[in-house]
């Protein structure tokens, strides 16, 4: 939807070879969901949003294929989305999953509901992530302003 098949093919493979275990098709859901991760941190400067732990998965598999990753930023509207990781895999804040969630909506998405759950022992998926986002490192897209272009 926002990257060609190719591209999708190659960051599925990413998330697939971090969790040897998991299903072509669920290692698909996961890019999926990263995808409009990523589309609604470009879309909404400014809102403090994050991904479920799975959901980071995906995120992190685009993150890895830098071309891939700045082409699809650029194509959002150009500003880069960065990652801002937590690292206590006990961070759970359902608040901004929840608004993470009303905004994929708002675009217009049907979201995964599976892959925006808890981090628990019995998600849908080990995932090698361990990385949990908390509310001071919550992905806020800050719009810089554009150069202007000078006056000879």
Same mark, same amino acid.
């Given at each position: 939807?926002?990257?060609? @098949?190719?591209?999708? @093919?190659?960051? !599925? !493979? /990413?998330?697939?070879?971090? &969790?040897?275990?998991? /299903?072509?098709?669920?290692? +698909? !859901?996961?890019?999926?969901? +990263?995808?409009?991760?990523?589309?609604?941190?470009?879309? &909404? #400067?400014?809102?403090?949003?994050? $991904?479920? !732990?799975?959901?980071?998965?995906?995120?992190?598999?685009?993150?890895?294929?830098?071309?891939?990753? /700045?082409?699809?930023?650029?194509?959002?509207?150009?500003?880069?989305?960065?990652?801002? $990781? +937590? %690292?206590?895999?006990? &961070? %759970? @804040?359902?608040?901004?999953?929840?608004?993470?969630?009303?905004?994929?909506?708002?675009?217009?998405? @049907?979201?995964?509901?599976?892959?925006?759950?808890? #981090? *628990?022992?019995?998600?849908?998926?080990?995932?090698?992530?361990?990385?949990?986002?908390?509310?001071?490192?919550?992905?806020?897209?800050? #719009?810089?302003?554009?150069?202007? #272009? *000078?006056?000879?």
């Amino acid at each position: 939807m926002l990257i060609t @098949d190719k591209q999708f @093919d190659s960051c !599925r !493979r /990413t998330v697939m070879d971090a &969790n040897p275990s998991m /299903t072509e098709e669920l290692a +698909g !859901r996961i890019v999926e969901e +990263g995808l409009k991760f990523v589309a609604v941190c470009s879309r &909404n #400067p400014g809102v403090g949003l994050a $991904p479920s !732990r799975i959901v980071d998965e995906g995120w992190h598999a685009l993150i890895l294929h830098t071309a891939i990753y /700045t082409d699809l930023c650029q194509s959002l509207g150009g500003e880069f989305v960065h990652h801002f $990781p +937590g %690292y206590d895999p006990t &961070n %759970y @804040d359902p608040p901004i999953l929840d608004r993470t969630r009303e905004k994929i909506t708002e675009l217009g998405w @049907d979201v995964d509901t599976q892959l925006w759950g808890p #981090p *628990s022992e019995e998600t849908l998926a080990s995932v090698a992530a361990k990385c949990q986002h908390a509310p001071e490192c919550t992905i806020v897209v800050t #719009p810089k302003p554009k150069p202007k #272009p *000078s006056v000879a």
